[in-house]
């Protein structure tokens, strides 16, 4: 599926957060900043917009950005070259619920929209786990569902209704956007993934909602 919509993907974020997640993605990366890591893992790293936020945020001398998607990641390539971060940014394929890293090896970790699409969600957060170093830390984004009277009702219907006309017209897969709001209805978000966090093992976890809850900001640390 996501190698089908990969040529749209990233006009579709575009236009469908009215330009916002660009600022999601900053406010991710800029959990890291009062400790960059040297070594970075973006998990599920799509075409590359995080990972390289990440470099543009936190000069770390080794940034890999890991997803299952050839296609996405052929489109992340493109960009990383452009940009010339080549020597910064390294892109592999690979499942995010069997990491081919040693334990220990990062001193972060993190994903944007992503870790709701694990088969296994208490897995792909376990290796993740694994893969940090102690006291590394994990921050993710994730989409999660407003609660604040009538936004809630609004956005609902604009994710179950209008996003899937807008998603099939632009990418001519209907189902991949019908997919993304089931995905996020069955997503557990807020403390109920805050509490999957601490199952996994990471400590001093927190939740910060963007744009009215529209997504959330995880983190912990090993």
Same mark, same amino acid.
């Given at each position: ?13 575009g ?49 890999? !950005? @890991?997803?299952?998607?050839h296609?996405? $990641?052929?489109? /992340?390539? #493109?960009? *990383?070259?452009?940009k ?12 995010s ?18 870790v ?7 897995? !792909? @957060? ?5 893969? $940090?170093?102690? /006291?590394? #830390?994990? *921050? ?83």
């Amino acid at each position: 599926m996501f190698d089908g919509i990969a040529p749209y993907y990233d006009f579709l974020n575009g236009l469908l957060s009215a330009g916002i997640d660009t600022i999601w993605r900053r406010k991710t990366i800029a959990k890291f900043k009062s400790n960059p890591p040297s070594k970075l893992l973006d998990v599920a790293t799509g075409t590359a917009d995080l990972a390289i936020e990440a470099y543009k945020q936190l000069n770390s001398e080794e940034i890999i !950005g @890991l997803d299952i998607s050839h296609e996405m $990641l052929e489109i /992340g390539r #493109k960009k *990383v070259n452009k940009k010339s971060l080549n020597q910064n940014i390294s892109l592999v394929k690979g499942d995010s619920e069997n990491l081919e890293f040693s334990d220990g090896y990062f001193g972060g970790v993190t994903a944007a929209f992503g870790v709701r699409n694990f088969g296994n969600l208490e897995k !792909g @957060l376990s290796e993740m786990h694994r893969v $940090l170093k102690p /006291g590394g #830390k994990i *921050v993710i984004l994730e989409f999660s569902r407003p609660r604040l009277f009538p936004f809630k009702q609004l956005y609902n219907a604009y994710f179950k209704y209008i996003l899937p006309v807008i998603g099939k017209l632009t990418s001519k897969d209907p189902k991949a956007y019908a997919y993304l709001y089931e995905s996020v209805q069955a997503f557990p978000d807020y403390e109920d993934f805050d509490k999957v966090l601490k199952k996994i093992g990471f400590k001093d976890t927190e939740w910060t909602p963007l744009t009215l809850g529209i997504c959330t900001i995880y983190q912990g640390t090993k």
